[in-house]
């Protein structure tokens, strides 16, 4: 039976779409920590990055609800290539496709990482996000070197906003590299932000800044509704060796 985290936040009930507090009265320490439990029904998933609002927790611990008081975002269309990493796409030699290996994406992505005793993303994250990918809000980016699978990427699309949820690399800039190629082409369909969720030095470096809270969510407001490309993820990242 889950357990009350001893934190004073509220507890999710049974409506999906309408039991979630104000992203603003997250907490400051742990910072963005919203709510807790209910369940990772596709309804409340959706609804929840429509406010801002993201799952994150461990095996151990019931479903735990999040919105930093600064949300990590990437401008698509400002992302920062350096030149060795111009010059090792140049080379080429690797192959991207989307939402060919969603699954695969998933489970390399929740592979232990370094100086990391687990992974966030649970046998039920595994499963809520193969149910969006099943309904075509989920997707996954992927990179091939002769023919194995080497990296990839995955999050949402929700109208015109990109939702990144992880991403992982089996060989040297892999991950960069597949970025680079997502950014390039939500910049084409005039995605203005990938949501990042937290900062870290990888997304820095590649042009990803901090933004308020109520500013991320403004944004989401006029861009989540606007109509998706026509486009599918798969016809327009599908590239040649």
């Excluded at 401008?75 to 030149?83: L, Y």
């Excluded at 649970?122 to 091939?144: N, P």
């Excluded at 910049?187 to 997304?203: E, G, K, Y």
């Amino acid at each position: 039976m889950e357990q009350r985290p001893s934190l004073m936040i509220p507890q999710l009930g049974a409506d999906p779409a309408s039991d979630f507090p104000d992203p603003g009265e997250a907490l400051a320490d742990p910072d963005g920590l919203l709510a807790w439990g209910g369940d990772l029904d596709p309804v409340r998933l959706i609804h929840a990055y429509h406010h801002g609002i993201f799952p994150w927790f461990s095996d151990d611990q019931p479903i735990l609800w999040w919105s930093p008081a600064r949300r990590c975002v990437l401008d698509p269309a400002a992302i920062r290539v350096t030149r060795r990493l111009q010059r090792t796409m140049a080379r080429g030699g690797y192959r991207i496709t989307a939402d060919s290996a969603f699954a695969d994406v998933v489970l390399g992505c929740a592979k232990p990482r370094d100086g990391q005793p687990g992974t966030w993303i649970t046998t039920s994250m595994m499963e809520a996000y193969g149910r969006l990918h099943r309904m075509g809000l989920a997707h996954s980016i992927e990179i091939w070197k002769a023919g194995r699978l080497v990296g990839g990427l995955y999050g949402l699309s929700l109208g015109r906003v990109f939702f990144g949820e992880s991403m992982y690399s089996d060989m040297r800039d892999a991950s960069k590299i597949i970025l680079v190629h997502l950014c390039r082409q939500l910049a084409q369909w005039h995605f203005p932000i990938l949501d990042c969720q937290v900062s870290n030095p990888h997304l820095e470096s590649m042009g990803a800044c901090t933004i308020d809270r109520d500013e991320f969510i403004q944004l989401l407001q006029r861009h989540v509704a606007r109509p998706a490309p026509d486009q599918s993820f798969k016809a327009a990242l599908e590239t040649g060796t």
